[in-house]
């Protein structure tokens, strides 16, 4: 039987759980942790390009899936200040943003605004 001796680990700019690993603001704090999802989700809403941009919001895992009008507007700058660890723009027209654990929450919130 394995038994776990600590809840949170803090490791070179991520916050280690039992069930998880976020990546840590400056402040120590995660995103999520900070202002919430909805806000969160909002925030990557405004950074894809909004309701005139999105065609589909979809999650796997880690990752939030999405099919844009045009990808090339996609603000990287600010999806990383949200706590994105990466982005991958396959093409023109999709982009994967490696958003951690939260992502299939975060994409729920999203089509909400759509």
Not at 16 to 29: M, Q, S, Y
Request: charged share 25%; proline share 1%.
């Amino acid at each position: 039987m394995i038994h776990a001796f600590f809840s949170t680990l803090q490791v070179a700019g991520y916050e280690i759980h039992l069930n998880r690993i976020e990546k840590v603001t400056e402040e120590g704090e995660t995103v999520v942790g900070k202002i919430g999802i909805s806000e969160v989700a909002r925030g990557y809403y405004h950074a894809i390009g909004g309701k005139e941009n999105i065609v589909e919001v979809d999650s796997c895992i880690t990752r939030l899936r999405l099919t844009l009008k045009d990808a090339s507007i996609v603000d990287e700058a600010a999806c990383k200040r949200l706590g994105a660890a990466g982005l991958i723009k396959p093409n023109n027209k999709n982009v994967q943003i490696v958003v951690g654990t939260h992502a299939e929450l975060i994409a729920e919130e999203i089509k909400k605004f759509k």
